[in-house]
């Protein structure tokens, strides 16, 4: 008997708190975690080597992947399109390797 007065009490202590507020506490939880999330992925890709480290560190003369050989390489921003901070990754195992900075063009900024 007093169990279920107790289960009781704290079934009506979670019903007492508005949906609103359950929703709200959801919301910011889930942004700030994406964030947190985001910002250690572009923490991550800023300390990549620059690629004349990477390619001495690998004794490489040519990019390659040094986790799976590839020679396939995937160049992005590390903020946007246009960022003159690239960063290179495997297209194959999908590891990040270096940055570079390349100078966008007028034309590559206008395309």
């Known amino acids: 008997m007093q169990h279920q007065i107790r289960a009781r009490t704290i079934k009506n202590a979670m019903t007492s708190i508005p949906l609103p507020l359950y929703v709200a506490f959801f919301f910011f939880f889930g942004g700030a975690l994406i964030l947190n999330l985001f910002h250690r992925y572009q923490n991550k890709q800023r300390a990549l080597p620059a690629r004349d480290l990477y390619l001495s ?37 999908k590891s990040m390797l270096f940055q570079d900075h390349h100078a966008a063009t007028a034309e590559e900024v206008s395309a």
């Open 57 to 93: 560190a690998h004794q490489l003369a040519e990019p390659v992947c040094h986790v799976c050989g590839s020679a396939r390489l995937a160049e992005r921003g590390l903020t946007h399109g246009a960022d003159e901070r690239r960063i290179f990754s495997c297209l194959d195992c």
